[in-house]
């Protein structure tokens, strides 16, 4: 199925419209396997939205999303591109794991449970390997020490690390992250970006969506600059951040930039 | 910050009440005392005089307590007491069935269904429950026999029998009202729990039953107590459609013999009784769901429960 050629994430002429707001005006993007992809952009520009079209959580409105070859919420009936039902949306989305800015961690369950829920309740696994799994990925994101604990008695960092290892836990195609350290205190930021260095380090394919620029320049394959609703610049991340021709790129990047040395935070710049 | 002192300061201090300086380690040693509150015991008094009162006229009003302790232990009122928490256990268990289904129904994105699930909330909470166990009860007028095809068809009256019919009637309207509160009760979960759970690929039904349900027991318990207890009340209705539950009984017995209020005051107390063996269950049954709670939440009320627990296992201890 995997052919080197054929990349991993395809976006495709992607349309979405919230009323009369159009959020994203014809996306057109692709990542290769073990490529991470850096979405950049202000807010508003629809990075988020993107994402969110990738594992079919929202519904475009137009264009196609293709994972591994495989059309993404859609099927041909005839020749007609029909919604597939529930069912099959839910194992596709199996293949794509996704991290949220708020972690979303269930709060009734302990980090291991949390880890092992969906590959036991999809039917991936049965309780028992589902257990040894979680424990497992909690041990990637290096928090085997912290396998009974709730999500309250857990940091943000933390929090996240176990909603990055309950991805991981679907062994995903593909990893969304949608600013995944944007709600970390200042602290947290450099642990959780070293467990997204890791993993991209390791082969997996990643689409980030991101204000950590210095992430983007040492981690991304690719950066993608977005706004309102439209990709600008995209390229190698020293073109993009190093050199960006369009003048709204360079001004978000030097805006960026000197919000990042007003936080006068070390941990920002130097994130392991 | 100050240097070293070579004499010990002045600890002399002049006291309002006192004629001369006192040392204030020596005044510091002293006992403190609380500040009297003569107006609080007077309302007290008042209020204590109030009650004893109130307590004494009953007590010398024309009550034969003697005849209403016999009748605590009256084999008709007992009976009377099973049947009212038969029904009252039997319709909140229907009617968290009801509730829940109709919850989900409401919050579905069928919009057949959602508003079906709207239209009873509608009617079975915007009349009143008297009204519809009479409804229900008179069924049998507007449909003399029931049928249902393949099953057979029966006379109405021997199917809604009065316990039928005040099975129906407590159980739909608990229906509507726990659908309301089911529905809040999810709706109050954050959006972004729903999120994670569909992105991992769980299937709907596995995302309410795994993820939003667990995280709505805590939100629900209470209110699902409360309606059980309002059931078990409101059950007396039951009586005006000749369902002899505990009231219906008393009503019987009092028909007969004239002795009203000894009656009604044990049928009272009973109440009372059932009631506070309720809120005793439900007073476990939140601390059961509440454990891994993100904040533990406690109210006067379960401070009162819990405190009330803590000192008679502290007498008995």
């Known amino acids: ?272 | 910050m100050a240097g070293p002192s070579t004499a010990p300061p002045e600890t002399k201090v002049d006291v309002p009440g006192l004629t001369e300086l006192v040392d204030a380690d020596v005044l510091a040693g002293r006992k403190l005392h609380k500040r009297p509150h003569p107006v609080r015991w007077l309302v007290g008094a008042l209020i204590v005089a109030g009650l004893v009162w109130l307590v004494h006229s009953f007590a010398q009003g024309q009550i034969r307590w003697g005849d209403a302790r016999g009748f605590v232990f009256n084999h008709d009122i007992l009976t009377g007491l099973r049947r009212t928490i038969v029904i009252t256990v039997l319709s909140s268990i229907c009617g968290i069935a009801l509730g829940t289904v109709f919850a989900v129904m409401r919050l579905s994105s069928n919009p057949v269904a959602s508003s079906v699930a709207w239209l009873y909330v509608w009617i079975f909470r915007g009349t009143p429950e008297l009204l519809q166990l009479l409804i229900w009860f008179n069924l049998a007028l507007v449909f003399p026999v029931l049928s249902i095809p393949l099953v057979g068809s029966q006379r109405t009256i021997d199917v809604i029998t009065p316990f039928m019919a005040a099975l129906i009637g407590l159980s739909i309207n608990a229906g509507a009202y726990i659908a309301e509160n089911i529905r809040g009760a999810i709706l109050a979960v954050e959006s972004g729990q729903t999120e994670a759970a569909t992105a991992l690929g769980l299937s709907r039904r596995a995302t309410l039953t795994k993820v939003v349900l667990p995280q709505a027991m805590p939100a629900l318990i209470p209110s699902i107590g409360n309606q059980t207890i309002g059931l078990l009340k409101g059950s007396s209705l039951a009586a005006t459609i000749a369902y002899t539950e505990l009231l219906g009984q008393a009503q019987r017995i009092y028909f007969l013999n004239a002795r009203v209020m000894e009656l009604l005051f044990v049928v009272a107390l009973w109440y009372l009784v059932a009631t506070s063996v309720a809120s005793v269950l439900q007073y476990y049954v939140e601390r059961y769901y509440g454990r891994s709670e993100r904040n533990q939440r406690t109210s006067a009320a379960d401070r009162l429960i819990s405190g009330a627990f803590s000192r008679l296992r502290g007498q008995t201890a």
Not at chain 1, 6 to 29: A, C, F, N, T
């Open chain 1, 1 to 272: 199925m995997t052919d080197t050629t054929e990349p991993m994430v395809r976006v495709s002429q992607i349309r979405k419209s919230y009323g009369k707001l159009e959020v994203l005006k014809g996306v057109s993007m692709q990542s290769m396997k073990g490529e991470t992809v850096c979405v950049i952009g202000p807010s508003g520009s629809g990075k988020s939205t993107l994402l969110r079209c990738i594992n079919h959580l929202e519904r475009p409105d137009g264009g196609l999303v293709f994972v591994d070859g495989e059309m993404i919420g859609y099927e041909l009936r005839g020749s007609r591109l029909t919604e597939r039902t529930d069912r099959d949306v839910e194992r596709q989305r199996r293949s794509v794991g996704m991290v949220f800015q708020r972690f979303n961690i269930f709060p009734h369950l302990t980090a291991l449970e949390n880890v092992a829920l969906a590959p036991r309740s999809t039917g991936l696994l049965n309780r028992r390997e589902a257990t040894a799994a979680a424990a497992e990925q909690l041990e990637r994101v290096g928090l085997s020490d912290r396998k009974d604990a709730y999500a309250r008695q857990l940091s943000g960092g933390q929090q996240q690390r176990v909603a990055i290892a309950r991805a991981l836990a679907m062994s995903p195609k593909v990893l969304l992250f949608d600013e995944p350290t944007s709600a970390l205190d200042p602290e947290l930021v450099g642990e959780v970006l070293a467990v997204m260095k890791e993993l991209a380090a390791g082969g997996m394919t990643m689409i980030v969506v991101t204000h950590e620029l210095q992430f983007a320049r040492e981690v991304g394959s690719q950066v993608i600059f977005m706004d309102e609703g439209a990709i600008v610049e995209q390229g190698p991340p020293d073109e993009v951040l190093g050199s960006p021709k369009n003048e709204r790129t360079r001004n978000f990047i030097s805006r960026v930039f000197k919000d990042d040395r007003q936080s006068a935070d070390p941990s920002l710049s130097t994130a392991n």
